[in-house]
């Protein structure tokens, strides 16, 4: 049986809304990390590491009853792949592992379990499945054991998008779901 977790992206300094925090923006009630935090959380189980960096203390407390690792990356200045370097980590005992944004207000259960249902593929376990819609990608994606392992030994870069064009064969293009 496949083992899964996620990781929500949740240290970024949202800089476009000045002083407001947009993760703690209310989607239907709730602060839009703690939606997106619950919708991974309905799929994994409570295997979700969410990482923390900016107003770590409000975004941990938005978070407060639910079943999730919180971790702080001291380095989320340096931008979203360190974030992504201190989740992975935590994360070396899964098959997959989904890394989702923690502003995605539309992302719903059913997109999460598509994208793991991709992870069925036979070519899925030495490749990222990304989302796409016509020929835009989207996030969030979903990174095979074997991936994560040489993301995190070579510092590849996953936001670096010349890097996956230029290594396309790495990917599994899931059409069926897509997140804004």
């Not at 929500?8 to 935090?37: F, Y």
């Not at 978070?63 to 974030?83: C, E, F, R």
């Amino acid at each position: 049986m496949l083992r899964y977790s996620s990781i929500l992206l949740a240290a970024g300094i949202s800089r476009r809304m000045g002083a407001t925090n947009k993760l703690l923006l209310e989607i239907d009630g709730l602060p839009m990390v703690r939606h997106c935090a619950e919708r991974l959380i309905e799929v994994t189980g409570g295997a979700t590491t969410v990482v923390l960096g900016h107003d770590a203390d409000k975004i941990a407390a938005s978070l407060n009853g639910l079943t999730v690792h919180m971790i702080k990356n001291p380095d989320y200045a340096a931008g979203q792949m360190a974030s992504v370097n201190v989740g992975l980590r935590l994360s070396c005992w899964s098959d997959f592992t989904l890394i989702a944004l923690a502003d995605q207000p539309r992302l719903t259960s059913q997109m999460i379990s598509e994208l793991f249902s991709a992870s069925q593929q036979p070519e899925a376990n030495e490749k990222i499945i990304i989302p796409m819609r016509s020929k835009e990608r989207g996030n969030p994606i979903v990174l095979p054991a074997l991936i994560r392992e040489r993301i995190i030994r070579e510092s590849t870069n996953l936001g670096d998008r010349k890097s996956t064009r230029l290594n396309s064969s790495h990917l599994v293009i899931s059409y069926a779901v897509f997140c804004l």
